[in-house]
Each structure stands twice: as structure tokens, then as C-alpha cells.
């Protein structure tokens, strides 16, 4: 799994990146859509199976819960209209206002009110429980895809990419299921019972309320399509600036040395700018939606008073009625709002959920056999190559024919020029990728008929880029073996050298490292993968450029340390630096996948050929080879 420049290997291609896709914050600002909606919907519902009848339940109290919360004008106009009847009536027999009717009239109000929000915080229980268990099984089904995807899946899409389908997609269906869609539910069936009782109360003062809607969505689409040009704008201004202050995060020392602070503030403070004027524009221009929306609404009310007006005049409604009717208009252009609001987030959501789908049906590794061995019986660790060929693209050979023989014991190193095919063949040795053709055996046995766990048990690996988490000294060399006693920890520190400077730690290797690893050297971080090793005792061992960032010295140290370990184990060395495997017991020289030469070091520079060529090339200062 190493990331080591000699890869002979697509280009990792970048499919996305950090940053939330969060739902769109109002009209004109973009989302990202999906490219199949129908499709996303469709899985996302299966998601949903095991939950139907929880949502049926959803859907029965939100429709309850916005009736009768919808009927609560209906009956307040009712009460309203008694009131003036009332005063009205006054000074005639039987008249006067009925305070025990009207008493009545409002506890009933009250407790319409009281059960519609006993109804909506049932339903909101109801679906943060479907939210929550949706979510942790999702989750749980993307972490089990990540352990099965090959290592080609990783070489292939950015670590962002992969993070951002993992958080803030999942996150974003979250908040879509939690919020988006019971508001959804609650927008429609306060639209459609608003609708239905301004009808019931007068045909004429509906018709006029429903004048303005046209102007409404006009204006709406007008200022989005202006506003969505400079929404692009801020985001791609916004992408620049996050790109800019990671990039004077991780290299502030070289920046530093060099003196390119101004030139760096420069650039800040043009991308800045730049953010700062597409986002006054795209905030003046949407934030016109609102009030142009509440002066258009102000008009219906205004047309909406005067027709009432009129009608009651003619009593063909009461006062009452305009007031409730009011009301409902009130209810009535809200959730159009809220509803277009909510479509823009649905598409962000349904975007999310088919990157996360998109991640659940990637090609996972090839099944291990059905009748491959758990387990293998210790060997000699002998390893044979025969007419082993590999290519990361089809039609693209990097290995072809490839026939090797590796003596129990021996240590072989691997050398060759940048993409000669180094780490992949270790990639194919650990079954990363799997071949092509030909096969790889150990102790006779062809790897493929090995379930992978087990291949992979019986190496060890220290590899260039350190991988250490955070926890502390201890805990991260005691990863190598799982129930590692406290004495074969030190004795794998010992051996690793690690133990002078852990010594020297106030904590010892209780030190906490922290989330970066930043509190120990680069050195150091490479002796603690080594103890790793070390520990983990394996009857193999791959070491790439396992040397690379310590200081002679200390490299002398670890090579003694590995040449005591590898004196009964199979071990693969690649190396760039010849002077650190001239006691190897077996050189491979790889050019384009092929071994070109093998031998000793002392037998590949007598042949003069492409061993004795690189080594020259590290040596330019000496007279002659020797």
C-alpha cells in the first residue's frame, strides 16, 4: 500500500475533495445535483424499506398534526364572528355576546392546538429514530465496503473524495431525512388544506389571493438566475482560497526560508477580494428575494382586504371569515416558499446519496477461493515468480513473464530506475493487486489458493511514508501484535533502537503523539514502524526505503538490528541507495517489469552492465567502480 513514487500506475485521479455539500442556503444558490434522481430515489427508498411502516406512522401524524393546525383559523374566525355578532346584537332580546360559547369555542381551539403539537413532536421522535438508524447502518455498510474495496480503488480516488462520502454526504442525508422531509410533508398538506378552506370560505377572494402567485414565482426565477452566477462565482473563489491557506499551512517553513510571504499575502488578498465581491453580489441580489416576496404578499393581502370588504358589505361573508381568510393566505405563501427551499435541498441530498451508492457498488476484491487454506504450515519460506505478468490498465503490460526464484533466508534487494515496477511487484508478492497471469508461490503453494489474511499474517512491512495514529508510543508499536507483552515491546525497541529516545520523552512510551505525529521527528517516526515490524516477527519481511529518513548513524544501527532479524527469513529490500544492500544476497535490477539482472553486488558490477550503471550514477565523484 505504499504511495512510493516508483508505481507503475495510473495517475491517482481526484474525484472530488473536502468541504461539505450541505443543503442550499436559498433561492439562486446552487446545489449539486444528482445525475440520476429517479435512481437515488429509488435506492434511497430501499434504504428505507425496513422502516415503511415507521414512515407510514410519520406521514399519518403530520398529516393530523398540520390539520389541525390548518382548522385553527377556520375556528378563531368562527369565534371572531360571534364576537361582533354579539356587540351588534346588544339592546335586543337574546342578544349580547355568549362569554360561555365563546369560552368553549377557545378551549376547543386550545386543545386543537395542543394536540396537532403533540402530534408533531411525535412524529419528529418517530423519524429521528428512522434518521438515526438509517444513518448507523449506512455507515456501518460504507465502512465494511472501504475494508473490502481493492487497493486500486484507493489509487484511484483522492483521500477526500473518499472522507467526503463518508461524512458529509451521509450527513447531508441525514439532515434531508431528519428536517427536509417531514417539513416537505407538513409544507404540502398546510398548501392543499389552506387551499381547500379558503375555498370553502369564498371562490372570488381565493381567485384574487391566487393572482399573485404568477408574479411570485416570476420574480423568484428572475433574481435566482441572477444570483446563481455569482453563487458560482463565491464557491469556485472560496474552492481557490480553502486551496491557498492549505497550501501556506503546510508549507509556511519553505515559505518562510524563501521569503515569499508577501507574495503569498498577495495572492490572499486577491482571491479574497475576489470572494468578498461575488459574495456582496450574490447576497444583495438573493437577499431581494425576501422582501420582493413580502411586497407581493402585501398586495395579495391588500386586494384580499378590499374584496372582503366589498363582501361583507354585500354579506356575502362575515368578519370572520376575512379574517381567517387572511390567515390561510398567510399559510398559504409560506410553505411555497418553504417548499422551494426544501427541493433545493432534496437535490443535494439525492447528489449525496448517489456518491455514497456510487461508493457501495464499487468492484470489490476478488472472493478468496471457496476452498482456499486458512491456514498454511510453517515453510521454508521459499518464493518462486513464474511467468508471472501484471498491467494496471488492461492492454497496458508492466510485468511480463517475470520468472524468479527467492532462497529461504535470502535477502533480496530490488533496484531499478523510477517505474521499473519495485513496489509492484510487492504489491503482487501481498496479493494488492492480483495477477495477471503466470503464478507466485510460497513453499510450493500458489498464493491464490491462500485466503489473503493468511498471506498477509506471515509479512512484515516498512515502507517509506510512516503510518502512525494517534495514541501513544507504546500502543502504536504494540499494533504489530495483538496481545504483545510489555517484554516484547522493549525487546522490539531495543532492537529497533528505539528505546534511547523514547528514554528521553517525559512520558516515556506513554507519550501521547498527537493527531499529525508532529511531536516526534521524522527519524523517530521511522524507528517506531520498525519496532512495529520488529514485533509483529514475521516470517517475511518487504522494507521499502525502509532507511530513507534517519541519519547514517542511526541507519547503520537499524541495519545491523535488520540483518540480525533477516538472518532466517525470507526479506524483500527496495532500495535506491545501493550503499545500503551491498551485503544482500540477491540483487534484482528491474527495467519496464523485467528482471534484466541478478546477482550479487560483486558479480552485477564485474558484469558492467545496469547495476553497475546506477551505481555509477550515485558515485560520480569516483575515479573508477571498484
Known sequence: MSSHPDRSEPPQQARGGFGGRGPGGGFGQPVEKAQDPRGALRRLWATLAPYRSALLLVLLLTLLGTLFSVMGPKILGEATTHIVTGIQSQGKPGGGVDFGFLAHLLAFLAGLYLVSSAFTWL???????????TVYRLRQEVEAKLARLPLSFY???????????????????????QQALTQLLSSLITLTGSLVLMLTINVWMTLIALL???????????????SKKNFAEQQKALGELSGHVEEMYSGHRIIKAYGREKVAIER???????LYASGWRAQFISGLIMPLMGFLNNLGYVAVCVAGGFLAAARAVTIGDIQAFVQYLRQFSMPIVQTANIINVFQSSLASAERVFALLDEAEETPDRVDANAAMQNGEGRLVFENVSFGYTPGVPVITGLNLGVQPGHIVAIVGPTGAGKTTLVNLLMRFYEIGG?????????????????????????????????????????????????????????????????????????????EDVSNISQGQKQLLTIARALLADPDFLILDEATSNVDTRTERYIQNAMLALMHTRTSFVIAHRLSTICDADLILVLEKGNVVEQGTHAELLKKNGAYAELYRSQFQGAAAVP
Not at 489509487?155 to 431525512?177: A, E, K, P
Not at 490572499?268 to 475576489?274: C, G, L, Q, T
Not at 533502537?497 to 517525559?506: A, I, N
Request: aromatic fraction near 6%; avoid cysteine.
Open 155 to 177: 489509487d484511484s480516488h483522492s483521500h477526500g473524495d473518499v472522507l467526503s462520502r463518508v461524512t458529509n454526504d451521509i450527513d447531508n442525508i441525514s439532515s434531508t431525512l
Open 123 to 133: 412524529q419528529q421522535v418517530v423519524m429521528a429514530d428512522i434518521t438515526r438508524k
Open 268 to 274: 490572499f488578498e486577491a482571491i479574497n477580494s475576489r
Open 438 to 514: 503466470g503464478s507466485i508461490k510460497i513453499d510450493g503453494v500458489d498464493t491464490r489458493h491462500l485466503r489473503r489474511e493468511e498471506l498477509r499474517s506471515r509479512f512484515g512491512m516498512v515502507l517509506q511514508d510512516t503510518w502512525l495514529f494517534q495514541g501513544t508510543i507504546k500502543e502504536n508499536i504494540a499494533f504489530g501484535k495483538e496481545g504483545a507483552s510489555d517484554a516484547e515491546i522493549l525487546e522490539a525497541m531495543r532492537a529497533a533502537h528505539v528505546d534511547h529516545f523514547v528514554r528521553t520523552l517525559p512520558e516515556g512510551w506513554n507519550t501521547v503523539l498527537n
Open 212 to 226: 399573485t402567485l404568477p408574479l411570485m414565482v416570476f420574480t423568484t426565477r428572475a433574481v435566482a438566475s441572477r
